[in-house]
């Protein structure tokens, strides 16, 4: 399953704060777009869906910026997926309204994707954003250029 871009920038952002999250001074858009090479628009997009999920804040003016609001380990991999994946279906029969397959019934193809991609989320439910940081185990501050190499 490929993501999204969508998905690529929110996963970005949200281990962008995580390994900033004890910074005195707030995570910026343009420190992340410029970081990443990601156009600034599209992150606040991004920014403004994760504030609106309860997962980032974020403040305006001078000094402002944006911050985690939940721990990094509390939040896994599989949520995050599931908030900005519009489309689990793998291929036509999954969706009964759209499906015009006429092997439906025969075929046992839409069975396998489905635990496939049931499994691929068990295997994302296990990961938290706190696992992806470099160090995830080490009991201090992830360094930013550990992280963005």
Not at 24 to 37: C, G, V
Not at 85 to 93: G, K, N, S
């Amino acid at each position: 399953m490929r993501l999204t871009k969508w998905t690529d920038y929110t996963l970005r952002v949200l281990m962008h704060c995580a390994a900033t999250q004890k910074r005195p001074t707030p995570l910026t858009i343009n420190e992340i777009a410029q970081r990443h090479d990601i156009s600034r628009s599209h992150l606040m997009k991004i920014v403004m869906h994760l504030v609106a999920i309860g997962w980032v804040e974020s403040t305006r003016g001078r000094g402002g910026g944006i911050r985690l609001v939940i721990q990094p380990q509390t939040l896994t991999v599989g949520e995050v997926l599931r908030q900005t994946e519009t489309d689990f279906d793998m291929v036509e029969c999954f969706d009964e309204a759209a499906n015009t397959c006429k092997l439906n019934g025969r075929c046992h193809l839409k069975n396998v994707l489905q635990d496939a991609t049931r499994r691929y989320l068990e295997v994302l439910d296990a990961v938290t954003l706190a696992d992806l940081l470099p160090n995830a185990n080490a009991p201090r501050e992830i360094s930013l250029s550990q992280l963005l190499g």
